[in-house]
């Protein structure tokens, strides 16, 4: 059938009237859909329009997955070159070809299936997905500030009802093999090994499908389906994201709510859109933080951290996190307090984790006994990796480091959780500094993703590889930071905060100041994330950091520790919590918002960022956007805090910068670095 044609992506096989194509991408690990993959599915397609075969497979030949979906950087050169509408309406007409044949099509799934993957395996007739806990599959290009573009729009809803089919789309979350079966985005299961051969029976016994799914998905895309349903859908979006921050979600309800039973218009009506969205500076925002991102995983690549027993001190709330952590991925871990009763909360913490996580008894009860609680310290003999997570006192770390270092083995690494101490001032009395280097977790350690690795003058550079491919082991993104007070994150954060709380001794309402936070794009408001964070851990943290930032701890904060209102873990503190939730006052109808306040707060946080930059905190302008972006969820659509310089430009910051020095005080005039040509040069996506 394939005599004469040769491809370098694409593998044919013909046996039995069946024809198996095998994605196999040349020169890369994984399968990420690109022009010339499309080029070669096209003519193999527009074969079998001629030489019909009995039945059509496609599976993946990596043993990463199926397809992670399309090829990002290609997509961002089609931006830059403004054709990305015909690129995509070429996808479009090479998966409307493939739906279009006459013979049956099964896509045989395994490991990720993603996006222009995932549309691939739309275009095919039934679906048999791998069952086990690696398949994953997504359409998660909302996450890129566009949405499906090569039929995902179309076809989806059309397959499992609007209802169901929407949430995956607009959430981008991936399901996993039983849920995609139970929605109806697979027909049928097969363990790994027997993927191919259920390919096969499938092709030869197609399941129909019961009635109530095909009335369900009439129903909810019926014009009056439609008109009912997008309206809710807006609703439910606009109470999580604002539409002029992340434009994709609301352009998809609005492409599924315009299409109507003609497939080519559906897919005229999704080109289009995607095509408007990738201009946008959301999109490129977006797109270019998943570079960083991919870029941070990449950090700890190449190098074998040798870490397997990790042995932590301090079962408090940070350090017993990181312990449940490391163990939930794979590691040996050792607990250590002083007594039983400070360490039984976090194996507590842990095991609910590992139910969240884990699901079936079997794995969560071999996750628990990797972490096992050490009243006596045995387990650092052992460890490859020792992590002081006490509270923040120099001298109480050093007294603690004086014990410990000289049980480790050699080879093993020393590292502290401290979240501003300088490591220069805590290696002072090490025998083996070089060992020694910090690991930053942030709070919660399961939500938040990023690990500040941090540098002192006599780390040794190998010990640092070892720390970042620890984080990358344990699923975590690591950036390298300078050891100056607050290192990246807390030394960019706590100036918001500290300006918020200021705010708010001011008399600006709590509900007002965060409201203000979230219009820029903040995931949470500065006065309920100090709450969550801790009014102790504030004052903590702005006491120590505070005499190096030039500013003073906001009056009134001493006097709700004191006072035993630390915030969300007390039950109150600049809010009253009720059931893990903040409670907010409603405002005036007639308070004034001053009209200055958000720039009080945000450009606070800028002016850091840039003198972080000028220090060399972070070894360049991208490290310190993503570092930023992933500690303290600054807006993603934003770009982080370099982007949004030069988005706005330098010189109407610093004059913003410079009128509120008049106005409030020396604390704003603008910090060193503004002269930093980062701050006025164009990314390469």
């Known amino acids: 059938m394939f005599e004469g044609l040769r491809f370098n992506h694409w593998q044919t096989r013909e046996d039995d009237g069946l024809v198996t194509l095998t994605l196999d991408r040349a020169g890369s690990s994984v399968n990420a859909i690109n022009r010339a993959v499309l080029d070669e599915l096209e003519q193999i397609v527009e074969r079998l329009m001629i030489d019909m075969p009995a039945g059509v497979i496609i599976h993946s030949g990596k043993p990463a997955g199926f397809a992670v979906g399309a090829d990002i950087r290609e997509f961002v050169e089609y931006a830059q070159q403004d054709t990305v509408r015909e690129n995509i309406e070429h996808g479009q007409r090479v998966y409307e070809a493939l739906a279009r044949l006459a013979c049956p099509t099964v896509a045989a799934v395994?490991?990720?299936?993603?996006?222009?993957?995932?549309?691939?395996?739309?275009?095919?007739?039934?679906?048999?997905?791998?069952?086990?806990?690696?398949?994953?599959?997504?359409?998660?290009?909302?996450?890129?500030?566009?949405?499906?573009?090569?039929?995902?729009?179309?076809?989806?809803?059309?397959?499992?009802?609007?209802?169901?089919?929407?949430?995956?789309?607009?959430?981008?979350?991936?399901?996993?093999?039983?849920?995609?079966?139970?929605l109806g985005v697979v027909d049928h299961l097969a363990r790994p090994q027997e993927l191919l051969a259920e390919a096969r029976l499938l092709l030869r016994r197609a399941p129909s499908r019961p009635f109530m799914h095909r009335a369900k998905a009439w129903a909810s895309n019926s014009w009056l389906g439609r008109q009912i349903l997008a309206p809710i859908m807006v609703k439910q979006t606009a109470a999580k994201v604002r539409r002029e921050?992340?434009?994709?979600?609301?352009?998809?309800?609005?492409?599924?709510?315009?299409?109507?039973?003609?497939?080519?218009?559906?897919?005229?009506?999704?080109?289009?859109?995607?095509?408007?969205?990738?201009?946008?500076?959301?999109?490129?925002?977006?797109?270019?933080?998943?570079?960083?991102?991919?870029?941070?995983?990449?950090?700890?690549?190449?190098?074998?951290?040798?870490?397997?027993?990790?042995?932590?001190?301090?079962?408090?709330?940070?350090?017993?996190?990181?312990?449940?952590?490391?163990?939930?991925?794979?590691?040996?871990?050792?607990?250590?307090?002083?007594?039983?009763?400070?360490?039984?909360?976090?194996?507590?913490?842990?095991?609910?984790?590992?139910?969240?996580?884990?699901?079936?008894?079997?794995?969560?009860?071999?996750?628990?006994?990797?972490?096992?609680?050490?009243?006596?310290?045995?387990?650092?003999?052992?460890?490859?990796?020792?992590?002081?997570?006490?509270?923040?006192?120099?001298?109480?770390?050093?007294?603690?480091?004086?014990?410990?270092?000289?049980?480790?083995?050699?080879?093993?690494?020393?590292?502290?959780?401290?979240?501003?101490?300088?490591?220069?001032?805590?290696?002072?009395?090490?025998?083996?500094?070089?060992?020694?280097?910090?690991?930053?977790?942030?709070?919660?350690?399961?939500?938040?993703?990023?690990?500040?690795?941090?540098?002192?003058?006599?780390?040794?550079?190998?010990?640092?590889?070892?720390?970042?491919?620890?984080?990358?082991?344990?699923?975590?993104?690591?950036?390298?930071?300078?050891?100056?007070?607050?290192?990246?994150?807390?030394?960019?954060?706590?100036?918001?905060?500290?300006e918020a709380m200021r705010l708010y001794s001011e008399g600006v309402p709590g509900t007002v100041l965060d409201r203000e936070a979230k219009k820029f794009g903040m995931p949470m408001g500065p006065i309920e994330l100090a709450d969550t964070v801790g009014l102790d851990v504030c004052a903590s943290v702005g006491k120590e950091l505070a005499p190096f930032l030039g500013l003073e701890l906001p009056p009134g904060v001493d006097e709700h520790v004191a006072a035993g209102k630390r915030g969300k873990k007390d039950g109150q503190g600049l809010y009253v919590w009720q059931d893990g939730k903040p409670q907010k006052p409603e405002v005036d109808n007639d308070y004034v918002t001053p009209p200055d306040l958000q720039d009080r707060m945000i450009l606070s946080m800028v002016n850091e960022a840039v003198a972080c930059?000028?220090?060399?905190?972070?070894?360049?302008?991208?490290?310190?956007?993503?570092?930023?972006?992933?500690?303290?969820?600054?807006?993603?659509?934003?770009?982080?805090?370099?982007?949004?310089?030069?988005?706005?430009?330098?010189?109407?910051?610093?004059?913003?910068?410079?009128?509120?020095?008049?106005?409030?005080?020396?604390?704003?005039?603008?910090?060193?670095?503004?002269?930093?040509?980062?701050?006025?040069?164009?990314?390469?996506?």
């Open 245 to 498: 921050h992340y434009p994709a979600p609301f352009a998809l309800i609005d492409v599924w709510k315009r299409g109507g039973s003609d497939i080519g218009q559906r897919l005229k009506i999704e080109a289009d859109s995607v095509a408007r969205l990738a201009q946008t500076a959301t999109a490129q925002n977006l797109i270019r933080i998943f570079f960083l991102q991919e870029r941070l995983k990449g950090q700890g690549g190449g190098v074998d951290a040798a870490i397997n027993r990790v042995h932590v001190v301090g079962a408090g709330v940070m350090g017993g996190d990181i312990a449940a952590w490391a163990a939930l991925k794979g590691m040996d871990v050792t607990l250590q307090d002083r007594e039983m009763k400070y360490i039984q909360p976090a194996l507590d913490r842990a095991r609910k984790l590992y139910e969240k996580k884990l699901k079936t008894p079997e794995k969560i009860d071999a996750t628990v006994q990797r972490l096992r609680a050490d009243v006596d310290g045995k387990g650092v003999a052992q460890a490859d990796l020792a992590i002081e997570a006490i509270y923040e006192n120099a001298e109480a770390k050093e007294a603690l480091y004086a014990t410990v270092e000289p049980q480790l083995k050699e080879g093993a690494i020393l590292a502290s959780n401290t979240s501003s101490i300088p490591l220069d001032e805590l290696r002072g009395k090490l025998t083996r500094p070089a060992h020694f280097v910090g690991l930053h977790f942030f709070n919660p350690v399961a939500q938040m993703p990023l690990v500040e690795v941090v540098r002192h003058d006599r780390l040794d550079p190998a010990i640092e590889k070892r720390a970042l491919a620890f984080c990358k082991a344990i699923g975590k993104l690591p950036v390298a930071v300078k050891g100056t007070p607050g290192f990246l994150v807390n030394r960019i954060l706590m100036p918001y905060l500290l």
């Open 110 to 182: 395994h490991g990720a299936c993603m996006g222009g993957g995932t549309e691939l395996i739309l275009a095919c007739r039934l679906r048999v997905a791998a069952d086990d806990d690696t398949t994953r599959i997504a359409l998660p290009e909302v996450m890129l500030g566009i949405h499906p573009g090569w039929g995902g729009t179309a076809r989806l809803p059309r397959l499992i009802g609007a209802a169901e089919a929407m949430p995956v789309m607009l959430t981008g979350k991936p399901l996993s093999a039983r849920r995609a079966l139970a």
């Open 613 to 685: 930059l000028a220090d060399g905190v972070v070894d360049d302008a991208d490290l310190l956007d993503a570092g930023v972006i992933f500690g303290t969820g600054f807006a993603p659509f934003r770009g982080g805090p370099v982007q949004y310089v030069r988005s706005e430009g330098v010189d109407t910051l610093k004059a913003k910068l410079e009128q509120l020095a008049r106005r409030y005080g020396e604390r704003f005039k603008p910090r060193h670095g503004w002269d930093h040509p980062a701050l006025t040069q164009t990314t390469d996506r």
